[in-house]
């Protein structure tokens, strides 16, 4: 606990004597004082331990006293080597006043700080007179098994995903994003979980085509050091997984219009590009985009190599825009479309252009985006 500081406010639990007494000039210390309006404070009159587990000596009070108006009309601090003190506090007229008095334990470097306050009235006539314990407080401190309490651990955004699957080399970076409300994990791929301390379990129905069918799979691991790692397990067998920060070249993705009845409007900063090229030599470019709601997928397969320049389409485009449904799967929507694609940038790191579809739906965008280069 070296150096931590543990602050505790406790205005209902006030150890403050207050007497209202009528003509009583035993009351008065400093017989200087021979009328007016004052608070006595007297501190160190009396010696308790509040019962704890672990007991702090009091080494220092700071004493705030504050008017009607809530102005600071006084201030100072006591130490135990001054023994006990009387004070008299000059108020400035009737009405309700306020001490806050803060105590204070400093052993080698461990500062605990508990506050407490009242509010009193000071009226004609009358003497008001307050008593101070020192460190007669006691309190209850909950940490999870150390002295600092445990950070959330919040999942949201892209991993990169690696599987090995028992027998084969691992399988990746494949990219990978997780939305994190509460306890609850909603993530691309068809994959939705829980989280609870640091352990999670993600699972999904994935359907293939080779082999053919709806093949369930299930990961259960832990987060540790900002990775998360631990065992696949379902009807594909068994292996391992990790998911790390992801290095994925993302950028600029915007796209605006409507699939029959459904506007899109997408603006990111989480699109990707994807190119290569065949044994002919023709270029393809893909752009992407995907979260925990919507995959968005966009192809143009061109005659020759990618170039700056203005393409017609369609030269084997096709879009696909899919929406998660519930958490059982997808809407999509393909089409073949008319229309242009421009390239006004790339090389082998980066790509930036436009494209506009005319037909059978209209869309239009923009994009500034890193490159993932593969052969096809």
């Given amino acids: 606990m070296s150096g931590i500081k543990k602050v505790l406010t406790m205005s209902a639990f006030i150890l403050l004597i207050m007497a209202v007494l009528i003509g009583c000039p035993m009351l008065l210390k400093d017989s200087t004082v021979e009328s007016g309006q004052y608070i006595e404070l007297n501190i160190g009159g009396a010696a308790a331990k509040a019962i ?15 008017d009607p108006q809530g102005a600071l ?12 003190q009387s004070y008299m506090i000059p108020v400035t007229g009737e009405g309700e006043y306020e001490i806050v008095v803060t105590h204070i334990s400093d052993e080698n ?21 307050i008593n ?10 909950i940490t999870p098994g150390n002295d600092d309490p445990q950070e959330p651990i919040d999942l949201t955004g892209y991993w990169d995903f690696y599987w090995t699957p028992e027998g084969v080399p691992e399988i990746g970076p494949i ?50 050091g900002g990775e998360i790692a631990g065992l696949v397990s379902g009807d ?34 989480y699109g990707l590009g994807i190119a290569g090229t065949n044994e002919m030599g023709d270029g393809s470019f893909e752009l992407f985009f995907e979260d925990h709601e919507l995959e968005v997928y966009l192809w143009f397969n061109l005659s020759g190599p990618l170039n700056v320049g203005e393409y017609l389409l369609p030269m084997d485009a096709w879009f696909s825009i899919r929406w998660l449904q519930d958490g059982m799967g997808y809407d999509d929507y393909y089409l073949d479309t008319a ?38």
Wanted: negative net charge.
């Fill in 52 to 66: 704890t587990v672990t007991e702090y000596d009091v080494t220092k009070l700071e004493i705030e006293i504050y």
């Fill in 236 to 269: 594909l067998g068994e292996g391992m997984f990790r998911f790390v920060d992801t290095t994925m070249p993302f950028g600029r993705l915007d796209l605006e219009g409507n699939i029959e009845a459904l506007p899109i409007s997408l603006h990111t900063d």
């Fill in 109 to 129: 470097g461990t500062i605990i700080e508990a506050e407490e306050s009242a509010v009193f009235n000071i009226e004609a006539m009358v003497i008001t007179t």
């Fill in 73 to 84: 009309i006084e201030d100072f601090s006591w130490y135990p080597d001054e023994g006990q």
């Fill in 175 to 224: 990219l990978f994003y997780i939305h994190q409300t509460g306890s609850i994990l909603e993530c691309t791929q068809g994959f939705s979980g829980t989280i609870s301390g640091s352990d999670i379990t993600l699972e999904a129905w994935i359907e293939m085509d080779e082999p053919s069918g709806l093949f369930h799979v299930m990961m259960t691991g832990s987060v540790s």
């Fill in 339 to 376: 229309g242009t694609l421009t390239i006004t940038y790339i090389d082998n790191l980066r790509i930036a252009g436009s494209f506009v579809s005319y037909t059978p739906f209209e869309l239009t965008g923009s994009f500034d985006v890193g490159l993932i280069e593969q052969q096809f």
């Fill in 132 to 141: 101070i314990i020192p460190g007669l407080i006691g309190y209850i401190d």
